[in-house]
């Protein structure tokens, strides 16, 4: 049972245009969240997180929303660029429950030039 | 119905003794992944392994020992454990090796004392 979910498998967007990937979840025990940016043959990278004590986290083109009430969360990126090109995870944790991690699925966002 | 699963989800243990950890997927995928992440939240792809046999192998210490007996299975067999080794470790899956949606395990939080 996925308790993380990106509903989108892909995304196509225009560079410059505003880039927002979404995750869902279903546990409310979750408290803490990330979201992960991975290219080909190579591991996620960390991107950006969240606590569920904020409601937006903000870094550089890098925006992440939490909604705690209905369980979702979305990854803004804008102005996009073609560099951002690849797949992202979002993932869940909790400290209270043993910090295991929930990852999503993947979008795989393609930015054209 | 968990996808991928991961046994121990926790393993305390000594320097120097040797440990297993196991992982089994029932997606029926072809594709399994070891990752290790560190204390800044980096996801390191350790191995892949597509239908039994090893596809990737980055530069991890040959005291990492992958084993898939078969494709619903990846084990990671680690020798003489070092303090350095303390990390979470994932394992994933995916239908091919092309394909960008994997599914995680939850971790498994090794602590080498």
């Known amino acids: 049972d996925q308790q993380v979910k990106q509903n989108s498998p892909s995304l196509s967007v225009q560079e410059g245009r505003i880039s927002i990937l979404n995750c869902d979840y279903t546990?409310?025990?979750?408290?803490?969240f990330l979201w992960y940016k991975k290219y080909p043959a190579e591991g996620p990278t960390f991107l950006i997180s969240?606590?569920?004590?904020?409601d937006k986290n903000e870094d550089g083109r890098f925006t992440v929303f939490l909604n705690k009430s209905a369980k979702h969360l979305s990854l803004h990126i804008v102005p996009s660029q073609p560099g951002d090109s690849a797949v992202y995870f979002c993932a869940a944790t909790s400290f209270n429950t043993g910090n295991q991690f929930y990852f999503g699925t993947g979008t795989s966002l393609t930015v054209i030039p | 119905d968990t996808a991928v699963s991961q046994t121990p989800k926790y393993l305390v243990t000594q320097m120097g003794n040797d440990k297993s950890i196991k992982c089994e997927q029932n997606?029926?995928?072809?594709?399994m992944y070891w990752y290790k992440q560190d204390s800044k939240k980096f996801l390191k792809i350790m191995f892949s392994y597509n239908n039994k046999e090893l596809i990737i192998n980055e530069t991890v210490p040959n005291r990492f020992s992958p084993k898939s007996p078969d494709k619903a299975h990846l084990n990671l067999h680690i020798n003489s454990l070092e303090l350095g080794d303390s990390a979470v470790y994932f394992c994933?899956?995916?239908?091919?090796?092309?394909?960008?949606?994997?599914?995680f395990g939850p971790g498994t939080r090794l602590l080498v004392l």
């Open positions: 546990n409310s025990m979750f408290d803490y």
């Open positions: 997606l029926g995928h072809d594709t």
């Open positions: 994933a899956s995916s239908a091919s090796p092309l394909s960008e949606t994997q599914y």
């Open positions: 969240i606590s569920s004590i904020k």
